[in-house]
């Protein structure tokens, strides 16, 4: 019953959302990563004739999940050294 729960591309798709209204509360490039691995793996689900069992899912979900957050730190990084400095303030 547990595997059909976790084969439901929709929960993947719900959860996906719930990271990423996360990741709007507590910003940081950490739960977006998981989101977009999330968000990816229910798309997967929707592809007929692929059931993977749990363990494998979750290996799939992990793996999409490091890769989206390693691209999302290359694009939005500070380059190596630099640390990001503010001027003036919004309110002037």
């Not at 993977?52 to 999940?65: G, K, W, Y």
Request: net charge positive; no cysteine.
């Amino acid at each position: 019953m547990a595997d059909l729960f976790w084969m439901t591309w929709w929960i993947w798709l719900a959860g996906a959302l719930l990271l990423a209204i996360l990741e709007i509360a507590l910003p940081g490039f950490i739960f977006l990563g998981f989101a977009i691995g999330a968000a990816v793996t229910g798309l997967l689900l929707l592809i007929p004739g692929i059931s993977p069992s749990l363990p494998v899912l979750l290996m799939i979900f992990a793996a999409l999940s490091l890769v989206a957050w390693l691209l999302l730190r290359r694009v939005y990084a500070l380059p190596r050294g630099q640390v990001k400095t503010f001027r003036h303030d919004i309110n002037d």
